[in-house]
């Protein structure tokens, strides 16, 4: 019997490798194809498979570009132009969550529904897409991906203020123009990013912020999508984007996916408000910084089975309701505008007398709007190029060498040559379009050749408009030994002679890796000369500030006033962990500062174990096994499986005396329900990780999870310490699988049959049957067959460890005498 293929959700926030990765499973399969967001990502991963595999083995295929040699295994576009009649062994589609997207979202929830490979498929995105996944497509497998760093909130700075290294999001042109003139006169020049520019002058525009030739770029929100860039943080100029329709809040998620640009592999990134931007929410800030947004309810959907008798049938199948929950019916966009326009033009009714002259009219209406004049400019040239196309027809060459040679001029400013540059995109994209054009291989070169020259001179314009050059270099300045000349802004840039050789992270300096031949010592001495004065100032602040002030990451780093200022270390005891000041000079008033404050989390998010261990530790009543119980949980941080404790076959006494500090004595672990809260349970992970020295570290599971399949290298006391117990190959909450077991328990007395059983604890553990059944074994049920009903689940009898207390009602320690007790009280 035939293995069903993989399908796959690799879910997680920005940093998290997940398209790397699946471009390497892609390549390990026989044959390929992954959608793209965006024509510039396309072209950025066909770079890349192209230099891996060779350019005879990798197509490119976008709305405007198309480059297929003669038998290519790997096929890389955007997502609107894969060719899904390809038989291909991997499919990936990147960004799923985008099937919420107002314009483009239809097309990604089609890819969602029906889109796969026939050995593996992969979705990509956020994890807030899960849930929507789960609905429509049962049979997935879940990995997700924790972020390799820290995002922090660093508060509101001025334009002139802001760290080098910075992107400063606008969402219009003229907010992005003007914001690029005000860092141009203060602090030297940007670089300028829109999602109207074409994909060269972007990574033109892109390759003099990565070189270094700048220090910040100004983009609206198209940097969110995917543009990996060297950027440590990230400045919000506004709340509000237009969505086509009308202006909007951002979203915690839209928020999210920008600011996670800050922050680069294991480099740690900080977003915060610049410009007139209000503060942000405390509650948006921890949702951004934890990455946990409200899950994507409804998917985008338009209908797919479209009918061409007529337009105006073709206009109700466009406008067919959608079919279940959970799916809308997307709003219409310049498609169907262009249509319902058209269909009340008795012209452009004329021609159309066949299905395929509908079929081809409704393709000419999906021309992309890349000039973004008005929708009637749109329709028009859509019904230009419609009455060409009409009965067979072909855009003749004199029509296509006039329109090219208009626009084929590389004079003029930053909004004509834009202009010029919308309208050429255009007929690039008319002459990709199968028999849209007399001559589609000629056109396509020369419009592609025109829309290069354009894209260049924009670059230039854009260059010359927004960036002045460097006058002066730091290694003169070092050589010579002028120390004097250093200083320091407000965002912490250090600069000697005006040219910048690092910042001061909380009491850190960190050298500018661009300032290359330059000795670290030498380089350090420049800094601490004129530092110290600041270095104290700060001190003296940290001492100061209130215990909100401070914050702990999940990678165990402390922050504050937007710098890592320590590290959680081991310490002599797994519950008691030692603060690292990070700081180039030792201080020891802070460091206490910071381990009063370590001290302080713990013991109001550990309160019942740590109460528990001094009174283990200490002269309490605790004596004998209880006390060895107490000690064992200690070292455990708050689980132990009851297979590890030597107990004696009636524990009643042991179960009162703890009963106090509220451990719980499961039919498997024995643990504190109190620990099971998600701040408790995630500052158990940190503690974990950081006892048991994890490189890198474990990443805790999501706060509200209750189950979810374990990662094989996710090390079971880890999730035992983040309150999960590992079955099956899942790991399930353990105060769930207690509530699991009674539900067995339940359904053994009356006297369900198996399906029933088997569909109910799938939906319990959010899970598939398959997943369900390996958990009902490994707890010890068996399926079995009845006489004459149908099959059902038993209970088989266990063998038990000599020192394991027998299941009898009398026994205070079972779970349903602890419940009537916990009644009682």
């Known amino acids: 019997m035939a293995l069903s293929p993989k399908i796959t959700a690799l879910l997680g926030p920005t940093n998290t490798g997940k398209t790397h990765f699946a471009i390497e499973r892609m390549l390990a399969h026989r044959s390929g194809m992954i959608g793209l967001p965006l024509r510039l990502l396309a072209r950025e991963v066909y770079d890349r498979v192209a230099r891996l595999k060779g350019a005879n083995e990798v197509a490119l295929v976008t709305g405007e570009e198309k480059i297929v040699p003669k038998a290519p295994r790997f096929w890389v576009c955007t997502v609107q132009a894969m060719p899904l009649d390809i038989r291909i062994a991997c499919l990936v589609i990147d960004e799923i969550q985008l099937c919420n997207d107002p314009e483009r979202g239809h097309v990604f929830t089609d890819r969602l529904l029906h889109a796969r490979g026939e050995e593996e498929t992969l979705f990509l995105g956020s994890e807030s897409m899960r849930g929507l996944i789960q609905k429509f497509v049962p049979k997935t497998w879940f990995d997700t991906r924790p972020r390799f760093s820290d995002l922090a909130y660093a508060g509101a700075r001025k334009l002139t203020r802001l760290p080098r290294r910075s992107a400063i999001v606008g969402f219009s042109a003229e907010d992005v123009y003007s914001i690029a003139d005000i860092i141009r006169r203060q602090r030297g020049g940007a670089a300028v990013v829109l999602g109207a520019l074409s994909p060269r002058t ?18 609206t929100d198209a940097i969110g999508m995917g543009l990996n860039m060297d950027v440590d943080h990230v400045a919000f100029a506004g709340r509000e984007k237009f969505d086509g329709h009308r202006p909007r809040a951002l979203r915690a998620d839209e928020i999210g996916q920008i600011a996670g640009r800050a922050g680069r592999w294991k480099s740690d990134g900080t977003f915060g ?146 202009g010029r540059l919308a309208h050429i995109r255009t ?76 910042r001061l992270d909380g009491l850190s300096f960190v050298p500018d890796p661009r300032a290359k031949g330059i000795h ?92 528990l261990k001094r009174d283990a530790e200490g002269s309490s009543e605790l004596s004998g096994m209880a006390r060895g119980v107490a000690h064992q949980l200690a070292e455990s941080f708050g689980v132990v499986s009851r297979k590890d404790l030597a107990l004696p076959d009636r524990i009643g006494l042991i179960v009162k005396l703890l009963r106090p ?156 005498a602890q419940l009537a007790a916990l009644k009682r009280r």
């Open 520 to 611: 670290g010592r030498t380089l350090r001495a420049a800094a601490f000369k004129g530092l110290e004065g600041e270095i104290a100032r700060r001190t003296v602040r940290l001492l100061a500030t209130e215990d909100r002030g401070i914050t702990l990451s999940e990678h165990g780093k402390l922050w504050w006033d937007g710098a890592i200022v320590g590290m959680v270390t081991r310490g002599p005891s797994p519950l008691s962990p030692r603060v690292t000041l990070v700081a180039d000079t030792p201080n020891p008033a802070v460091e206490a500062k910071l381990q009063s404050w370590l001290d302080g989390r713990l013991e109001v998010r550990l309160a019942p174990l740590l109460t």
């Open 661 to 816: 500090y509220g451990v719980w004595f499961g039919r498997r672990e024995v643990w504190l329900p109190k620990l099971l809260r998600p701040d408790a349970a995630q500052l158990g992970a940190l503690l974990w990780n950081v006892w048991n020295k994890s490189s890198p570290f474990h990443a805790s599971p999501a706060p509200g999870l209750t189950s979810f399949p374990a990662e094989r290298d996710a090390p079971r006391a880890f999730l035992r310490a983040a309150g999960f117990e590992v079955v099956a190959g899942r790991a399930i909450r353990l105060d769930m699988l207690e509530r699991l077991q009674d539900e067995l328990e339940k359904a053994l007395t009356s006297g369900a049959d198996a399906e029933t059983l088997l569909t109910r604890i799938a939906s319990f553990l959010g899970s598939s049957r398959e997943e369900a059944s390996a958990v009902l074994t490994k707890l010890g049920w068996k399926l079995v067959e009845v006489k004459d009903a149908a099959p059902v689940y038993r209970k088989q009898p266990l063998r038990r460890p000599r020192s394991a207390p027998p299941e009898t009602k009398a026994d205070p320690s079972s779970p349903f």
């Open 427 to 502: 007929l690039t994209y008319v002459a990709n379009r199968p028999g849209w054009t007399e001559d589609s291989a000629h056109w396509r070169s020369v419009t592609r050749a025109v829309e290069d020259r354009l894209s260049d001179a924009l670059h230039e314009s854009l260059t010359q408009r927004f960036i002045d050059r460097r006058t002066s270099i730091l290694l003169k300045t070092l050589r010579d030994e002028d120390f004097a000349a250093l200083t320091l802004d407000d965002s912490g840039a250090v600069a000697v002679g005006g040219e910048s050789i690092g």
């Open 202 to 219: 972007r990574n033109a525009q892109v390759a003099l912020y990565q070189s270094g030739d700048v220090d910040f770029l100004v983009a």
């Open 273 to 418: 408000v610049t410009a007139d931007c209000e503060q942000f929410e405390e509650e948006l800030i921890n949702r951004v910084e934890s990455h946990r947004y409200e899950p994507v309810r409804v998917a985008q959907w338009r209908n797919a089975a479209l009918d061409f008798t007529s337009v105006p049938r073709l206009i109700e199948s466009l406008e067919a309701p959608a079919p279940e929950k959970g799916l809308a019916r997307a709003r219409a966009a310049s498609d169907i505008i262009a249509l319902k326009a058209l269909a009340e033009d008795g012209e452009a009714m004329a021609p159309l007398t066949s299905r395929a002259e509908v079929a081809r009219f409704w393709e000419v209406c999906q021309l992309p709007d890349f000039r973004k004049l008005s929708s009637d400019e749109h329709v028009k040239l859509v019904k230009n190029f419609a009455a060409f196309l009409a009965s067979g027809g072909a855009i003749p060459n004199d029509w296509m060498g006039r329109q090219v040679a208009r626009l084929d001029e590389s004079l003029g400013d930053v909004a004509t040559l834009s």
